[in-house]
């Protein structure tokens, strides 16, 4: 069994069945390779040994599970690479940009009114089970971290680590419902950890980056068109380069379908089909529609259907099936108040073949993509989700939100040429002193730019102004301050290679101007 220490508790991975399911399934001890010799079995994850299950120092129980999956994730771990597979671990120059995006996110949310929100990062066993119901559809249940007590301080309850945010969120809302003002607009920035084989794109922990309007009863579709614009806004401010959000409603699909007189599970299996077949020639999810046993003519409405590029396009063929025209309406109604909010018409692309495959999804969906990197997927996705809180809740909460994967984000755009190209740490500008510099000139300095508000770093140690230059460059820092035996200080420009000679007055001048930068 997968063990790793947190503060005095033992984490081991468990499969969260759907609520309904039966027992876990469970295999012989993975560790002792000797049959059954623990006299326990492993649960089916990493599988290992349950002898191992009591308290041990934080160091050996990483490493007992280094050594399970490191052959079996070897060449997929990514960024951050380390002796724990899905686990990453960044250099400073690489959590400076992650705090960047997390920066720029969250201002991005905050201008659309959008308020913080935390919740445990522990949460109790049977809120993430109940929580697991929603993905039972597509077979999606979350490998879950399981969190043990020691004995000595014991609850009872059993505890696990969130897979995701939005379960948390509905256990948060159970209990603090009445002290919060609806519809709730609220954003969440965590880390979330999944008890699952580590893959180039698919890691054990992570951030996520959820933003959510929460309902009571009813919530207007022009709440969608708010998730839209904020989004557009985050991804603004973080400087990813083009993107589109494509954009549909679960609702249309669900009405042609219906049009020809099929329901609920077959409904499910196109909505799957359609999903997995991503961004394939939909001709050859016409062929995958005919090969799962449906009816040509169905088969063929859903191609014509995906071919739509308009919503007027797609009215023309509901209308021929006789089949209801609410999520049209609704996606006209979102359409146009995304343009009323301002979002460039670059920004937005309707596209029917964007379903995603979860059931709780009701109403608008949404996938973003980052242009010229398609083959990255969904950097951005969520939608309207009328029931989903119901399943922890048990009270009818219509919700909409998006979600956005941070760290995977962050690998991928570490591909990218400019991707790290901020300063190692908060610090712009480093002052140090030369091989014969003066010690109590770099103080006053650092002390003076510190005061005009400039995030100033310094190193004592005496270096050459090769040297000098060479720290810089490692620290990706923008300006050097270096002093000489007199006290005299020398602004180098590590962007441009220039220096000048300046005084202290004048070099508080000019970074307070923005003149040095």
Known sequence: MPIIGLAGMVLRSVTSPPVKAGLLGRRTCATCATGNSCGRSATVGLGLCRRNTSILPVYEKKVQVT???????????????????????????????????????????????FTPLDTAAVQPFEVLLAGGAQYSDGGMAKPIFDVLEPDETSTGRRFGLRYDLTVPLARYLSEHGSD??????????????????????????????????????ELSPLY????????????????????????????????????????????????HIIDEGGRQPREETVAQLVAADMPAAVAEDVGRLLACRTVEEARELLTLRRADHRGLDELDEVMAALSDLGVPDRRICLDFSITRGHDYYTGTVYETFAAGHEDWGAIGSGGRYDDLLGHVMGSVHPGVGVSIGLTRLCALLADQATA??????????????????DSQAVLRAARALREAGQPTQVIFDAASPKEGLRIAESLNVPLVVQADAGGHLTLRHMRNGSSQAVDLAGLVALVRDGRAL
């Open 67 to 113: 050594s399970v999956i490191s052959s079996e994730a070897e060449g997929h771990v990514g960024p951050g690479e380390n002796g724990l597979p899905g686990f990453p671990e960044w250099l400073p120059s690489q959590i400076a940009f992650e705090r960047h995006l997390i920066r720029a996110i969250a201002e991005g949310f905050e201008e659309f009114g």
């Open 180 to 217: 919060l003002v609806y519809p709730l607009r609220c954003y969440q920035i965590n880390k979330v950890w999944r008890a699952e084989r580590p893959t180039a794109s698919h890691w054990r922990e992570f951030y996520q980056c959820d933003i959510d309007i929460i309902g009571r009863g």
């Open 224 to 271: 969608d068109a708010e998730i839209a614009a904020a989004l557009v806004a985050a991804f603004d401010r973080m400087g990813v380069g083009e993107f589109t959000i494509r954009i549909s409603n679960r609702l249309v699909l669900a009405a042609l379908l219906a049009g020809h007189g099929l329901h609920n599970d077959r409904t499910r299996s196109v909505v």
């Open 420 to 437: 790290w190209n901020l300063p190692g740490g908060p610090a712009t500008i480093l002052v140090m002193t030369d091989v014969s510099g």
